[in-house]
């Protein structure tokens, strides 16, 4: 087993545990499992809406580990890095959004 494959294993595993945590934030509302600083300070008619684009956004960014390491694994292309800047960009930028919208 090479360095290159052990990376991209837990690249993605690093992938499946961010998805699945995003997951449980958005489907379950779960907003304990956010830093405490966000119990507090957001509105409770805004919990809601808040848990679930923080999820879609921890979840995009594992989508992206995830999907680059499957990448990695079955090719030699640059499409696994690609995929995981998109995903690591588009889901900070969801994140980003959602922080200054609700805070």
Known sequence: MTIDMIINIVLIVIGLLLFCFGIIIWIKKKIVLIHSYHWDNIAEEDKNPF???IGKGISTIGAGCLIAGVI?????SLWGEIAVVVGIFVGVGILIYTMVKYN
Do not use: E, S
């Open 51 to 53: 848990c679930r684009l």
């Open 72 to 76: 990695n694994l079955v090719t030699d």
